[in-house]
């Protein structure tokens, strides 16, 4: 069974940093591409970043881009969000979802709140 | 960017009705289209892929339709599990972008 554990969510204040994990099972992790996707409070999804399978390709929102930093390890089947710089509106619920071959998140992990406010 | 609109925004419907929910891409994306069902507190839910591909396990009166820059998701007979909002996501790009959401409600 694909499950998708997320996990590193908290308060943090305007300006710090937080990071995000993502714990992978019941599939070979190393094969897809991950993606990170976010919810802020009462709002639509909104895609974050995503990185391939070998970490080749690496793409950010432009919302995000130059405080985000995704990673993994596929040898601990984990992926990574370092979120610097941080500000109210990230205010989210951060989910972790897997790519699925045609395009589209066919797994999603149940989602980390991450809460930006002084 | 590619921006996805989604039309309407909401939706009342019986139990029973044929619900058709639309999604615009501001430019032509092929097929490379989701679909994805979000009730509340809960994880989106992959429904359609590429346009018109229905993800395993899902019921088959979810349906999708189209290709280039407007797509449909279409429940042939509303069901009780079905009330919850409902989001489009192109593919095309490697930067992926998710239309507004349909909610659709129990009249």
């Known amino acids: 069974e694909v499950q998708l554990v997320e996990s590193g969510g908290g308060l943090v204040k305007p300006g710090g940093s937080l990071r995000l994990s993502c714990a992978a099972s019941?599939?070979?992790?190393?094969?897809?591409?991950m993606n990170w996707v976010r919810q802020a409070p009462g709002k639509g999804l909104e895609w974050v970043s995503s990185i391939s399978s070998s970490s080749s390709y690496i793409y950010y929102a432009d919302s995000v881009k130059g405080r985000f930093t995704i990673s993994r390890d596929n040898a601990k089947n984990s992926l990574y969000l370092q979120m610097n710089s941080l500000r109210a509106e990230d205010t989210a619920v951060y989910y972790c979802?897997?790519?699925?071959?045609?395009?589209?998140?066919?797994?999603w992990g149940q989602g980390t709140l991450v809460t930006v406010s002084s | 960017d590619i921006q996805m609109t989604q039309s309407p925004s909401s939706v009342s419907a019986s139990v029973g009705d044929r619900v058709t929910i639309t999604c615009r891409a501001s430019q032509g994306i092929s097929s490379w289209l989701a679909w994805y069902q979000q009730k509340p507190g809960k994880a989106p839910k992959l429904l359609i892929y590429a346009a018109s591909s229905l993800q395993s396990g899902v019921p088959s009166r979810f349906s999708g339709s189209g290709s280039g820059t407007d797509f449909t998701l279409t429940i042939s007979s509303l069901q009780p599990e079905d009330f919850a909002t409902y989001y489009c996501q192109q593919a095309n790009s490697f930067l992926w972008t998710f239309g507004q959401g349909t909610k659709v409600e129990i009249k």
């Open positions: 979802a897997r790519e699925g071959e045609l395009g589209g998140a066919d797994y």
């Open positions: 019941g599939f070979t992790f190393s094969s897809y591409s």
